[in-house]
């Protein structure tokens, strides 16, 4: 069964430009949720996209934007590229949810390292 | 809002000595709590979870109870292990699409 992935695992870019990371979710997930973790903090949750719809949102501005296709993959478009963007941008899948399981278990990727110069 | 607490680190032990890592939450309703767990370069492993009060996770040696009375998740371990050094997230989610994480907690262990 292969897991979570994550492209590309690094990337540098500079201030101003646009960004877009991509998420491949574990099999059998419909749900993916993205997050941003900055050196040495927890991570902090941006959106979630389940059925090709954005199902909740973080505190973060518009210009963090998603999408889901039909295989349940996902992408993640940052513009205009702020010095504070740099983290580890994490992407998690969930199964659809189980009555008496645990709400929202999720399963993370590796991350994508954002690098802004 | 609903938030997690967790115990500052960082926290250095030496091999076989037992771990407690503390975590507090707050929230409105009844959470389900998780501990991941971070090795360096990696994302983050589901290591435990629990869904009620009085529900005990466990996986790998480690365990946690989940306490309504005191609304702790406190994770523990009897005899950590070299390979056990990584940085630990407590997190609970109320819903089915939120998550919040405490700051994280990395443990060193030492030969």
């Known amino acids: 069964e292969t897991g979570v992935t994550q492209s590309p695992t690094h990337l540098i870019k500079t201030r101003g430009q646009q960004v877009t990371l991509r998420c491949s979710s574990q099999s059998g997930h419909n749900t993916v949720s993205w997050y941003q973790q900055a050196l040495g903090q927890g991570p902090q949750f941006i959106f979630q996209y389940y059925r090709e719809e954005e199902n909740g949102r973080g505190n973060f501005p518009p210009r963090f934007s998603g999408l889901q296709f039909p295989n349940y993959s996902s992408e993640l478009n940052v513009n205009a590229l702020e010095l504070d963007d740099s983290a580890l941008y994490l992407c998690a899948s969930s199964p659809p949810p189980v009555a008496g399981v645990a709400k929202n278990i999720q399963y993370f990727g590796a991350g994508t390292r954002l690098s802004v110069l | 809002g609903d938030s997690v607490t967790q115990m500052e680190g960082p926290v250095t032990l030496s091999e076989e000595a037992f771990l407690t890592i503390n975590c507090t939450y707050t929230a409105t309703g009844y959470p389900s709590l998780f501990w991941y767990v971070q090795y360096p370069g990696e994302g983050l492993q589901l290591l435990l979870k629990?869904?009620?009060?009085?529900d005990k996770g466990s996986n790998k040696g480690f365990e946690a109870t989940y306490r309504k009375e005191t609304t702790s998740f406190h994770l523990e371990k009897g005899s950590v292990q070299v390979s056990d050094s990584a940085v630990y997230f407590c997190a609970l989610s109320e819903t089915n699409n939120d998550m919040r994480f405490g700051a994280g907690t990395r443990l060193t262990v030492k030969p």
């Open positions: 629990a869904t009620k009060a009085d």
